[in-house]
């Protein structure tokens, strides 16, 4: 990447060399006795010489391989237009080889330079975010047939008809909460499709028989980088996250770029990727690297609001956005004292509704359950993953994670609790109000770094002969509770068999028992357990299938030993951890399972030597998609576990895949870039792992050939 090329003033004596070669404009040069202004032309005259005159033409007239930036060349394009749309179109697109990897101070610069080779005096410096009031000037009347330098089109030969470019938004309807809840089958509304969070689709063109024969039906690179997003469609757009805090609409049939936004943060502020945008209404919401919360036109990406959702430093953003009954709620994690956060904004207007502490405080519902710890020492309940929607009941459903200051909470004071409420907990929120109408604690204490902070699924399964809403929710044990959808109240637990700690769960609470002999600690020497905190159930979404009560859940079958460390230790008991070989393993640690709800039992399960590094889609058609850290994305049956077809892709695959029709035609979509704690592997017990050396991130999309 190429930094700053200089001061202003450093550069004046380049910029008067370059100056030189820059003549024959059709439009005079505008001139400023504007403060700074002459000395930020130069600046960006300079620039324009080192970065974009290779392709543009020395004196912006136009080049082999581009247009010109000035006269009858732009203007028809570009007159009229804000200067800040100029800005953000060559801040997110230019050069092409780094695109937006210029300082901002540079890009203005050029921008300044444009302006006023185009006839313009801005009557002051430009700076990024403080251009309201400046637009380019209209194409002169007496230029508007005038050469164009290289470029423009001849009008010797009319050109011939090309094929009709559909118009995605012409026909745009808000998204409505009915939509969110019920999407119609060829949409994938919200992050696992729906509200109820089930990672299923009606679709069914694609089916058992066919899925051997998908192609590549398009693809598109996205912004170089760490990507764990599951992309959304409506009615035929697709609209995907991209690294460095990019939002950018497709075309979902053909790939063509429809609108593409570039959030600018702070300088330094680390970046990340997200899981989930949002859709409501007639916009798009996204989380920021710097914990904003942004509102975008649906149909333009141009910004409608933008508020920062807390000042508390130590913050971030892995998760998304869920919307309902208007309103935008966001999870944020963090490992500093406090806690993580949930906070709620209205959708029209981006007022501030609520926050929500995760990490109970004293004098709160549950600040007694922490041990006595003070609650400024308290830490834990990130909120590393987006939440769910119960639309019969009316409650947004969030998880929340565990704490790694497991030291002060490990041994009973005498008239304490020791549960450390909200950790490893469902949280059942009145979306406008902010009102905790239940929650239930799946693990409490937990000593093992395996949370519980996963998808929250909502589906109707038999119970006791009779129907009933429940949420599914596991952990990293691979223990899978359900508890009412109304009221929270423990149904059952179902266990994939990967744990060996937890050695009673009480059918009336579902409180769960950890074998005394394996809570860790410095003082117990070299513990033993299974599954190891980055393996086990992890941050892969499940899928479940509402017509057969079926979850089919993917899993590392790791395990960890717990040693003693000599400093503070990974976990504040004082033990880091190891992964570990299971006994009698087969060297395949990569688990997926069809597990029936209703039943308990596991009906079947497939192991490969890679790990599964994706969340599950699966579909009508009786297929399941996911994805491995090989680099494959793979199908198999939902019946049987059979793999049915795969496909090498350029990167790790560590999002969820989504299907979606248009047209009638049914389509599956899944983007790479390894970024989430899984797509590094495990390779200290899968010593032949690689990562890609370039980490790229691509969109691909698969269909049937036509």
């Known amino acids: 990447m190429r930094g700053r090329i200089g001061s202003y003033r450093s550069i004046l004596l380049r910029a008067g060399a370059v100056a030189g070669l820059l003549g024959g404009a059709t439009i005079a040069v505008a001139q400023s006795s504007a403060p700074g202004v002459a000395e930020q032309v130069a600046f960006g005259r300079a620039a324009y010489a080192e970065h974009c005159s290779v392709c543009h033409g020395e004196a912006l007239a136009g080049g082999q391989f581009a247009p010109g930036l000035k006269g009858p060349a732009f203007l028809p394009k570009w007159g009229n237009a804000p200067l800040s749309d100029l800005f953000d179109y060559i801040h997110r697109s230019m050069p092409p080889a780094n695109a937006g990897g210029l300082p901002d101070d540079t890009y203005a610069a050029i ?53 009709q470019v559909p118009d995605r938004f012409a026909n745009y309807t808000p998204v409505t909460e009915a939509m969110l809840s019920n999407p119609a089958p060829e949409n994938w509304l919200t992050w696992r499709r729906g509200h ?59 790939g063509r770029s429809l609108w593409t936004y570039q959030r600018r943060v702070p300088q330094g502020t680390p970046l990340s990727s997200k899981k989930t945008l949002a859709l409501y209404g007639d916009k798009v919401f996204t989380a920021t690297s710097d914990n904003h919360m942004v509102a975008l036109d649906a149909r333009t990406g141009r910004p409608v609001w933008d508020v920062k959702l807390t000042e508390k430093p130590g913050m971030r953003i892995p998760g998304g956005p869920l919307a309902a009954d208007g309103v935008i709620m966001q999870g944020l994690a963090t490992q500093a004292a406090g806690g993580g956060l949930i906070v709620a904004v209205d959708a029209e207007t981006g007022e501030h509704l609520w926050t929500f502490e995760t990490v109970a405080k004293p004098g709160q519902l549950g600040g007694d359950t922490w041990n006595g710890l003070a ?66 604690q799946h693990m409490k204490n937990d000593q093992y770094d395996l949370d519980w902070v996963f998808d929250r699924v909502v589906g109707t399964i038999n119970v006791d002969g009779r129907p009933r809403r429940v949420v599914i929710t596991g952990g990293k044990e691979g223990l899978f509770d359900a508890v009412d959808a109304e009221t929270g109240k423990y149904i059952k637990t179902v266990d994939m068999g990967i744990q060996d700690f937890i050695i009673a769960i009480d059918s009336v609470t579902g409180d769960k028992t950890p074998d005394p002999a394996k809570v860790p600690g410095r003082d117990k020497g070299t513990v033993f357990v299974c599954p190891h905190g980055g393996g086990g159930r992890n941050w892969t979404p499940t899928s479940f299938n509402p017509n057969s009560h079926h979850l089919f859940v993917n899993a590392r079958d790791v395990c960890m030993d717990m040693v003693a460390a000599q400093g503070p230790g990974f976990l504040t008991t004082g033990v880091n951890i190891q992964y570990a070989p299971p006994p009698n393993g087969d060297g395949n640690y990569g688990v997926l399972q069809a597990i029936d709800m209703e039943s308990g039992k596991v009906l079947w399960e497939t192991r490969r030597r890679q790990t599964f590094d994706m ?58 870039g390894h970024g989430n704690p899984l797509a590094f592997g495990i390779p200290d017990v899968i010593p032949e792992t690689q990562l890609p050396p370039v980490n790229s991130s691509t969109l691909y999309v698969f269909a049937l050939p036509d």
């Open 615 to 672: 969340g599950i889609l699966t579909t009508a058609g009786g297929v399941l998609f996911t994805g491995g850290m090989d680099r494959q994305f793979l199908a198999y049956d939902q019946a049987t576990g059979k793999e049915l077809w795969r496909t090498g892709v350029s990167g790790v695959p560590n999002a969820s895949p989504i299907t979606y029709s248009v047209d009638g035609k049914q389509y599956v979509a899944m983007v790479t």
């Open 111 to 163: 921008a300044a330079l444009i302006l006023s080779e185009n006839g313009a005096e801005p009557g002051r410096v430009i700076k990024a975010g403080e251009m309201s009031g400046l637009t380019l000037p209209p194409m002169p009347r007496a230029a508007e047939n005038a050469n164009a330098g290289v470029g423009g089109l001849s009008k010797r030969y009319p050109l011939p008809p090309g094929p």
């Open 196 to 254: 109820n969070g089930q990672g299923y689709s009606p679709l069914n063109q694609i089916d058992t028989g066919n899925v051997s024969n998908l192609h590549v039906a398009w693809a598109q690179a996205l912004p170089p980088g760490a990507n764990m997003n599951e992309p959304l469609v409506r009615d035929g757009v697709l609209y995907v996250f991209g690294y460095g805090d990019s939002v950018l609409a497709f075309d979902a049939v053909s």
């Open 375 to 440: 609650g400024d020492q308290r830490k834990g309940g990130s909120v590393w993953t987006s939440g769910t929607y119960d639309a019969a009941s009316g409650l947004a459903l969030w998880g929340v994670a565990q704490t790694y200051d497991t030291g002060p909470l490990r041994d009973l004071k005498p008239g304490e609790n020791n549960d450390a409420l909200f950790t490893n907990a469902t949280l059942a929120f009145e979306p406008r109000s902010g009102k905790l109408r239940w929650y239930f």
